[in-house]
């Protein structure tokens, strides 16, 4: 346990800051702006988050890029030119390199520095975070940007240490290149990032085994570059595009249509749905009818649409019916969105192996065994995600007021108010954390509506010479009450995703996420932050 005795040499600051992705960058240049004195911990090399540690071979942007970047700056935004319509990992992590060149943020930010712990010191008012490795610091706030995404999680597959070829995670991407040719490729799980290296690495490989856990409801990206014209276009319309993504249900440019999905004709639905297919990006979930994800016969007409897409794509009728999910609607689990992705099921080089009708048994030196067959593999790809959402902020060991754990407070599922303060966990701030309205949303666009709340809550504290700000149990209370009642009036548990920590062995299943929307979230917010940080304790 940290130390609390206040006399030790710990360098001071005013905020800490865990994380150097998206959030923890704008929070820093916001912080900095107020000439406030901050320190930013970042486990990797460089800035980046997602962007920095998601090197797998076709990671993308599924949000249109445009909409992706930050809003904050009309000089960047000016000066940035987007190559494709839905940008790659390379490009996305240069932009971000470039923000940091600009604002100079590097010089505030430790690199190659994982927090094991932050304790709160209630004497000296003060959060003191403890590196695994380096000198310890202190801050009067102490805010967390650690993504939703980022606590990779292996598979609890036996015999997984035994396997003697190369083998990588996907969110743990080595920065040299890695060499398919000729290779026998095995890759567990299909999810939005397992969709992307199976299409990107079929025509790479001597042969590609993919193992299938859990089939989804794909539906086609439909990129394409960026032509100068569109890119001057795009520069002209920024001012009208931010103001409108603020107001739509997720931050996309995609809205829903005011119709139910059951009161058109059967001609008009399915018009719709073949117009938002043809369409790139998220329009197919988040741009048809406002009833498919609350009304299981509105979203059936949307579900059994998206299965015969799927079949028209995949020669064989069996594997076909493989790849098609039958244990939850279309849109109740994140949709990937993908480029080619069927097709890989027709080539000669790729096999689909149902884990569900043949269950893996145990990783062996030489490949994967099912019951029904082994596998022999040069290399072996873990797609298989995150201990999502509460993960990242688990795994450091975080401790309020008389040591209380958080990890422990939420072993049942997390409990706070507006997603970003526990009680018992004063002056700490989380960004985009759980029952947050940034965990449902096109995720720079609800950042930015984060980071400005901490920002101004900061700012208001350090005006009124307030020492410490901290979420009664009742707001508490409340905002929970908030969080799944919007939930259970949607079909997402349906889903039973990683949205609810299903994903994660032992984990209590339980939502993590805000599906309110964003407007309804900016205006919670606005609210306490009008009404004197109503639903807060300032002293």
Known sequence: MASTDTTTSDETFDVLIIGAGIAGMYQLYKLRQQGLRVRVYETGTDVGGTWYWNRYPGARFDSESYTYGYSFSEELLQEWDWSEHFSPQ?????????????FDLRKDIVFRTRIAAAHWDEEAGQWEVVPETGPRARAKYLVTAVGELSATQLPAIEGIESFEGEWHHTSQWPKEPVDFAGKRVGVIGT??????????????VGHLTVFQRTPNYCCPLRNGPVSAEEMAEIKAGYAELFPRLKKTFAGFIHEFDERSALEVSDEERLAKFEEEWAKPGFGKWLGTFHDILTDLDANATITEFVKEKIRERVDDPAVAEKLIPKDHPFGTKRVPLESGYYEVFNRDNVLLVDVREDPIERITPRGVKTGGAEYELDMLIYATGFDTVTGPLNRIDIR??????????????PRNYLGFQSHGFPNIFTLVGPHNGSTFCNLPRCIE????????????MEAEGLRRIEATVEAEEAWNDHVQEGVNETLLPMGNSWFFGANTPGKTVTFLMYANGMPTYRERCDHVAQHGYEGFVLS
């Open 449 to 460: 509506q984060n980071v400005e709340w901490v920002d101004e809550c900061i700012r208001y």
């Open 191 to 204: 999810g939005a990032t397992g969709v992307q290296v199976i299409q990107t690495i079929a025509p790479l």
């Open 400 to 413: 309020g007021v008389n040591g209380q754990s958080l990890k422990e407070k939420w072993a049942d599922g």
């Open 90 to 102: 390379p490009e996305t992590l240069r932009y971000l390199q470039y923000v940091a060149d600009k």
